[in-house]
């Protein structure tokens, strides 16, 4: 996934963890979709004059309700439950990050949000490509292979919002601090059986 240009790859290991409690990383997973999902409509809420941006985030957000209910659909289908949603302390301390980082202008706002929403798509990405050519079960195996390619679009569409936005603030710059940022925080997770955990 060099294309991603994660500093820190994923120890295989993880997986072990994951096939440890396939229902937990599945609720999980599920719950991540239906952020995403909401972070894409809270970008058309804040940006609803950019038409191309809305255009976008209605595709984006559409797809990851879809892909909620594939998770949920598989949830189903082996007799589990979607347990309850946990909060994801990974994506919160990317999240006060960015909060921390913007100068309080709509532009830096904007920049900062697409920022955040392609460093998790990218992790994601990641994380099922790992997923995909390690773990045991065939039918997760392939789900997680078609699901990352997804995630690498998403992650390309708004990395390319961003620098189309960008007026004052110089994206490859900050989204090598996003990746410098991202490399401390995942080098703490890893041990848990879920998506970036």
Same mark, same amino acid.
């Given at each position: 996934?060099?294309?991603?240009?994660?500093?820190?790859?994923?120890?295989?290991?993880?997986?072990?963890?994951?096939?440890? +409690?396939?229902?937990?990383?599945?609720?999980?997973?599920?719950?991540?979709?239906?952020?995403?999902?909401?972070?894409?409509?809270?970008?058309?809420? +804040?940006?609803?004059?950019?038409?191309?941006?809305?255009?976008?985030?209605?595709?984006?957000?559409?797809?990851?309700?879809?892909?909620?209910?594939?998770?949920?659909?598989?949830?189903?289908?082996?007799?589990?439950?979607?347990?309850?949603?946990?909060?994801?302390?990974?994506?919160?301390?990317?999240?006060?990050?960015?909060?921390?980082?913007?100068?309080?202008?709509?532009?830096?706002?904007?920049?900062?949000?697409?920022?955040?929403?392609?460093?998790?798509?990218?992790?994601?990405?990641?994380?099922?490509?790992?997923?995909?050519? +390690?773990?045991?079960?065939?039918?997760?195996?392939?789900?997680?292979?078609?699901?990352?390619?997804?995630?690498?679009?998403?992650?390309?569409?708004?990395?390319?919002?961003?620098?189309?936005?960008?007026?004052?603030?110089?994206?490859?710059?900050?989204?090598?601090?996003?990746?410098?940022?991202?490399?401390?925080?995942?080098?703490?997770?890893?041990?848990?059986?879920?998506?970036?955990?």
């Amino acid at each position: 996934m060099s294309v991603l240009k994660l500093k820190l790859p994923t120890d295989p290991r993880w997986v072990n963890i994951v096939e440890s +409690n396939i229902g937990e990383i599945l609720s999980d997973h599920a719950w991540c979709e239906q952020k995403a999902a909401t972070n894409a409509i809270n970008l058309i809420i +804040n940006n609803s004059e950019k038409e191309d941006l809305v255009t976008a985030m209605l595709a984006i957000s559409i797809e990851e309700m879809e892909h909620f209910k594939m998770v949920h659909d598989i949830i189903k289908q082996r007799g589990l439950t979607l347990e309850r949603e946990r909060k994801d302390d990974y994506a919160n301390e990317l999240a006060k990050y960015m909060k921390q980082s913007s100068d309080g202008s709509r532009e830096s706002g904007l920049i900062e949000r697409l920022l955040f929403a392609a460093m998790i798509e990218a992790r994601s990405c990641e994380r099922f490509k790992v997923l995909s050519e +390690n773990i045991k079960d065939a039918e997760l195996a392939k789900f997680y292979r078609d699901l990352m390619e997804s995630e690498a679009s998403h992650y390309t569409t708004f990395i390319g919002f961003a620098r189309k936005y960008a007026e004052t603030v110089d994206v490859d710059k900050r989204w090598q601090e996003w990746l410098d940022f991202e490399a401390q925080v995942i080098a703490r997770y890893g041990t848990k059986e879920t998506v970036h955990g």
